[in-house]
């Protein structure tokens, strides 16, 4: 490090800077992340606020005399299932129980793991050891395996679905917040703190989250993804939310079972998940190496 | 003249009638080392039975390579972490017996100051809360009050608060940096700073620019330092005294002048030799004296004295007796840990550092015509 | 008259030496030109903004001569050098010219430019330790820069390459060869980079800070080191560096960079004997002293580095330096003033009447 000036200097100096660089560049370096989050939000606003908006069918408790109509037909644009269902309200309603799921587990994780974590690779020591054990051990379980076996033990519910993939994220972000404090441990301001006599909270709040805050976000993101599929698989197998009411992967078992007769009702939400899926993916990754090359 | 006339033509209280503000007594701070897969690879004593003083208001510059331990030496001072034993009196207390609680309220009156100027300062703070930090943690200031402190700190060392309070150590330099982790540093009025290697990172200008700062505060607030570096040339400035550690163990201290001009132990000698010198009125370089030799594996330090190895007056003595640190007798606190140490300097000779010219297929271009 | 003569005798004197050009206009000493500079710029661009990184560099270097460029973080020195090894990134524009006998170092493309790394211009970096490869052993890595330029047997190549260890006079290279670098020193590692860099003869060595990272004791072994194999192989070296007391101490000729551009040049002990340009005599100034008394302030200069998206008009130096003038604000040309003493300055040191020259 010794006063020295490098190629890798002047990338940086002109990687940042963005005072005078032209509109259309500007814009065009936040595409990766602009486009995967706008998908994010379309998503989000065809979810949660479509169905206040438009005048949409309920997701459940449809007439049997209507049951699968084909796509197109009026009032049920995307027609109607087996049970006489609209699939377009099932989509956007199973989407948003998906998406709570979802939200909820990571949320958790966050906190949680992420508190756990933070606070194990700061203390270190023999709380650090019995914490990490203990996360070892469920991480050493298969991650569908374990959430199975917890869902099947607290029966199937929403909350359920999500204490039981809550028992898999929660590890995960604690290895992850553990990793990127024991990485800022070693960094000097964090001995001056020590010195300086800050608290032990202070520490915890001021100068590690902060600072493993963007990592664990973008970690967030992709869970995000990962646990839209694993909710899905719950549900296709009947352990997720309890049918009728939809979920994405609900529908997919309630489609698949029809599949021969029509193929098409697999499709849409399947598609669903994968672009949902997608969008977080990509939105988490761009955002991780954006922070990154910070 | 002897050095106790000198420091009082400079003004400075003689040592003997000062009290010490920390004493430092047989150090010891050892590490596990972890060989491939965990197993124990082996011990490193990267510190072993140090012993030292620094006077209130005195600078005491600690010079050794890469492994001698100078860094694991400051962090034990500051108990972070503790050293497995040996004690570290600092104003009359043993920091190695106080409760976590005493240890904070001691660790008031020391501070440091790091290598990595970027590292040393979370980067999502803004520098006000920077500098703020110490004030927060140990005192019960006001909030109006503790603005008021930021910016005259600030100032202090150089940098417009009106410009640099608001922002963040991502949109300052190095130096600026520095000068913020200096701040900080002296914001609740310590006694005792500890520099490790707190410049040598910087560029030349830069750095004597911060070299001065460290001085200027020195004198302006009766600071005392523990000045670490791996070079000779730069704890000149701040040193009164200075230390040189080889291998976890202090292999010569006393009185910088003294060191400075006729050392004792030969590993101080190769120390000076290997600094490039220039001089400014001629121009003429001072050409290094490589010391040969690979510096030994702190894991397996030779027997006897550490540097027998590299040693020009090694002898079969140097193999199996450890040498101890002894005082020298000129009656300064001189000591050096040496079997067969360097002559003391005859009055009558010219100066042990004579300049160096360049070698002679040089000489050509050395004679500007 | 007089004057002339002096030229002539020191030209002929010292025809090894490097001398820098200015712009297009040629004083060059007839003589055994290794390396030839000219007008090398180096821009990066990228966020709607450019970097000048190094503007109008020239200089030519001699064979069997050393060569310091000196100068502070972003001075230039180092991208110069990365330039002629071809090793800077696609954001970098390069331009100029890099002449090493009858190859164009500049705008050669990738493939063209790897036959010449190591054959015509070799490089050894701060970072010995990142470096090599940690997970082969040395000797892999020297057998595999053997063969890169050369067809040879493996045990052919596995004998050069412990002779090129004997060279670097690495301890007991038998053994090394077969050891990893985690077990060898900083020093030891360095030497092995040298080995590496040394594999196909180059005619030019770049030392970019090769010593900054190691300890004094080491870095002087090293640099004995590498100015023996100059004398042994008749190499020209280039030496890059923050520190002025080894670029004095290792050099025969000292070129200082501040924000890009050239802005003294000469034989080391002229220059140093003799400085013009303020920037150097701020630079020398800063570097603590055995010498001087403790507590003694040492002479500063105000101000940061130069930004150089954002460079001031005219001299670079302008807004740090002490004796600048409204004529500063027009760039002074690298211009050999005195016989082989080159300065960019409108009012160099000593200079009493302070005015135009």
């Known amino acids: ?294 | 003249m002897s050095t106790v006339e000198q420091d009082l033509e400079r003004g400075n209280v003689p040592v003997f009638d000062r009290e010490p503000l920390l004493q430092v007594r047989n150090l010891d701070h050892t590490f596990t080392v972890k060989g491939a897969g965990g197993v124990k690879g082996g011990t490193v004593h990267a510190v072993s039975n140090v012993s030292f003083d620094i006077m209130s208001g005195e600078g005491l510059g600690l010079v050794g390579e890469t492994g001698s331990g100078k860094s694991t030496l400051a962090r034990s001072i500051i108990q972070a972490p503790r050293p497995q034993s040996g004690e570290v009196h600092f104003r009359g207390q043993d920091l190695m017996r106080l409760s976590r609680r005493m240890l904070k309220r001691a660790r008031r009156d020391m501070q440091m100051v790091y290598q990595d100027p970027f590292g040393s300062l979370n980067p999502k703070w803004r520098l006000e809360d920077i500098v703020a930090e110490p004030l927060i943690g140990h005192d019960t200031m006001s909030g109006r009050d503790r603005d008021v402190l930021v910016g005259e700190l600030l100032d202090r060392v150089g940098l417009d608060p009106s410009i640099y309070r608001k922002r963040r150590p991502m949109e300052i330099s190095g130096g600026q940096c520095q000068r913020v982790a200096i701040a900080r540093a002296i914001a609740l009025n310590p006694a005792l700073v500890i520099c490790d290697e707190a410049v040598s990172s910087l560029d030349v200008l830069i750095r004597a620019q911060v070299l001065n700062l460290f001085e200027e505060l020195r004198r302006d607030l009766k600071l005392s330092y523990l000045f670490i570096a791996h070079d000779l040339a730069t704890v000149k400035q701040i040193s009164d005294r200075l230390a040189v550690m080889h291998l976890g163990q202090v292999c010569e201290i006393g009185p910088a002048n003294r060191i400075y001009e006729a050392p004792r132990h030969p590993y101080t000698r190769a120390l000076l030799d290997s600094v490039p010198g220039l001089d400014q009125e001629t121009g003429r370089a001072r050409r290094p004296v490589p010391l040969q030799g690979e510096p030994p594996s702190p894991l397996d330090p030779p027997s006897g004295c550490r540097f027998r190895t590299r040693c020009p007056r090694a002898q079969e003595k140097c193999a199996t007796v450890e040498p101890v640190l002894t005082d020298t007798g000129d009656g300064d606190g001189h000591q050096v840990a040496c079997h067969f140490p360097l002559d003391p300097p005859d009055p009558s000779a010219a100066p042990a550092t004579v300049p160096r010219t360049r070698s002679t297929r040089d000489a050509p271009s050395a004679d500007p015509s | 008259m007089n004057l002339n003569q002096t030229v002539n005798q020191a030209g002929s004197d010292r025809a090894t030496e490097a001398v820098p050009r200015t712009g297009g206009a040629t004083s060059v000493v007839p003589g055994e030109a290794v390396l030839t500079v000219s007008d090398l710029r180096v821009t990066f661009t990228g966020g709607g903004r450019t970097v000048h990184a190094v503007t109008g560099l020239s200089y030519q270097l001699q064979k069997g001569r050393t060569l310091a460029i000196i100068g502070e973080s972003g001075s230039g020195k180092s991208v110069s050098a990365r330039a002629l090894m071809g090793l800077l990134p696609p954001s970098a524009q390069v331009s100029g010219s890099a002449r090493i006998g009858d190859d164009e170092l500049i705008g050669l493309p990738d493939r063209e430019m790897r036959k010449l790394r190591g054959t015509d211009v070799a490089m050894v970096f701060q970072d010995p330790a990142r470096s090599l490869n940690p997970t082969m052993k040395i000797g892999l890595q020297i057998i595999e820069a053997v063969r890169a330029h050369q067809k040879m047997e493996r045990q052919q190549a596995v004998e050069r390459g412990i002779e090129l260890l004997r060279l670097v006079r690495l301890p007991a290279p038998e053994r090394r060869f077969h050891e990893y670098p985690h077990q060898l020193s900083g020093g030891m590692r360095q030497r092995v980079m040298i080995a590496i860099a040394l594999a196909a003869d180059p005619q030019v060595l770049i030392a970019d800070e090769a010593t900054s990272a190691l300890d004094v004791t080491t870095q002087a072994q090293i640099m004995e080191l590498l100015l023996d194999l100059q004398e042994r192989l008749g190499m020209a070296v280039v030496l890059i560096s923050h520190d002025i007391g080894l670029a004095a101490s290792y050099a025969d000729d000292v070129l200082v960079m501040y924000a890009g551009r050239a802005v003294e040049f000469g034989p080391t002990e002229m220059l140093f004997g003799n400085v013009q340009m303020p920037y150097t005599q701020a630079l020398l100034g800063s570097v603590p002293q055995l010498t001087t008394p403790p507590h003694t302030l040492l002479p500063v200069i105000p101000g940061q580095p130069p930004d150089l998206r954002a460079l001031p008009q005219g001299c670079p130096f302008r807004p740090r330096c002490a004796s600048a003038t409204e004529q500063c604000a027009n760039t002074p040309e690298l211009t050999e003033h005195q016989p082989g003493h080159w300065w960019a300055c409108w009012h160099p040191i000593g200079d009493s009447d302070g005015g135009t020259k």
């Open chain 1, 1 to 294: 490090m010794a006063a020295v000036d490098s190629a890798a200097e002047f990338e940086v100096l002109t990687t940042e800077a963005p005072a005078k660089s032209s509109r259309w560049a500007k814009w065009r370096r936040r595409l990766p992340i602009l486009l995967p989050a706008g998908a994010v939000a379309i998503v989000v606003l065809a979810c949660f606020v479509a169905p206040l908006v438009f005048p949409i069918p309920t997701p459940t408790g449809g007439d049997v005399l209507t049951s699968r109509l084909p796509v197109g037909s009026p009032d049920h644009p995307l027609g109607t299932d087996l049970n006489g269902n609209d699939i377009l309200s099932r989509l956007l309603y199973g989407g948003r129980a998906s998406l709570i799921v979802a939200v909820a587990v990571n949320l958790l994780g966050l906190f949680l793991g992420g508190t756990l974590g933070a606070l194990s690779g700061y203390l270190s020591g023999k709380f650090d050891t019995v914490i990490m054990r203990l996360l070892d051990v469920l991480i050493a379980f298969p991650a569908l395996v374990l959430t199975l076996a917890v869902a099947q033990a607290l029966g199937p519910s929403q909350r359920n679905t999500i204490l039981a993939l809550s028992f898999f994220a929660i590890p995960a972000f604690a290895r992850i917040a553990r990793a990127a404090t024991l990485r800022l441990n070693e960094l000097p301001f964090m001995a001056a703190a020590q010195l300086s006599g800050t608290s032990g909270w202070r520490m915890l709040f001021r100068h590690i989250a902060p600072n493993i805050g963007p990592q664990l976000l973008s970690f967030m993101l992709l869970g995000m993804g990962i646990i839209i599929v694993t909710e899905g698989a719950l549900s296709f197998l009947g352990l997720g939310i309890p049918r009728p009411a939809p979920s994405w992967g609900n529908m997919i078992f309630e489609a698949s079972q029809t599949m021969s007769a029509t193929p098409i009702q697999v499709v849409w939400p399947s598609m669903a998940l994968l672009v949902t899926v997608l969008a977080f993916n990509l939105l988490g990754e761009n955002l991780r190496s954006r922070w990154s090359s910070r």
